[in-house]
């Protein structure tokens, strides 16, 4: 699983810049479980997001989260730039009653001319939804209180490249939030992690009305900040 590690050796430049850039791997690792979300979850609702990822090492990258609606189906990209780097990750699904099904994704990276794209279709995704899918659908539960009665919960997932992963999560206090616009809300808040490296910590952050919109996201490795995403702007485009 890729992640934003500082490490004594590190891989090749073109791989370890594109996994570690563009956290799109990171971030939306967070994937659902197969029960679907409460009957009171929120339903998604068009937005344009833009963040500022600061990253241990790095310079600083921008992130943008588009969530967009097509007739009956949704679509979620994310995409992220840096100088000589660029990625993205886009996914497609659709609300089946309460739940999301989520139909096709695909991803890719390049840096100097070099990269590398993935894709996955609606076999790969007929049990596991992808991690675009996921998000949306974890900010749901976290809205509407999923978890809190037996923590942590387990969720597994398909990365990129359609293999199964796992981690578990809880959920942690509201927080209030304030948002580019000056609006403050309650942020709902999840701590989620693998449990084969409990040392790796993820700490997010959404939006208690908008599905899927990242207000702050955390990596903390050993006790200590590894990156930080932070909403800069936000569009509701309906």
């Not at 339903?43 to 833009?50: E, I, L, M, Y």
């Not at 700490?203 to 909403?231: C, M, T, W």
């Not at 800069?232 to 309906?238: A, K, N, P, V, W």
């Amino acid at each position: 699983m890729p992640h934003l590690d500082q490490t004594r050796r590190r891989p090749p430049a073109g791989r370890r810049f594109a996994l570690a850039l563009l956290t799109l791997a990171l971030l939306v690792m967070v994937l659902l479980s197969p029960t679907p979300a409460r009957a009171n979850a929120p339903q998604p609702h068009p937005f344009v997001a833009d963040y500022q990822l600061q990253v241990s090492g790095w310079p600083d990258a921008r992130v943008s989260h588009r969530l967009s609606r097509h007739g009956d189906w949704w679509e979620s990209e994310m995409r992220a730039a840096i100088r000589l780097a660029s990625g993205h990750e886009r996914s497609r699904f659709r609300l089946d009653g309460d739940a999301l099904a989520a139909s096709a994704y695909s991803s890719g990276y390049r840096l100097l001319g070099i990269g590398g794209s993935y894709r996955l279709g609606h076999d790969d995704l007929r049990e596991l939804p992808d991690r675009q899918t996921a998000l949306i659908e974890l900010s749901r539960r976290a809205a509407n209180g999923h978890c809190q009665a037996n923590p942590p919960c387990t969720i597994r997932f398909v990365d990129h490249k359609g293999r199964e992963e796992r981690l578990d999560y809880r959920p942690l206090a509201p927080v209030a939030q304030r948002l580019p616009s000056g609006e403050t809300v309650q942020a709902t808040r999840l701590e989620a992690w693998n449990p084969d490296k409990p040392e790796r910590r993820f700490f997010f952050a959404f939006h208690p009305r908008l599905p899927g919109l990242l207000l702050d996201v955390e990596y903390h490795r050993d006790g200590e900040r590894q990156s930080h995403l932070r909403l800069d702007s936000l569009e509701i485009t309906e």
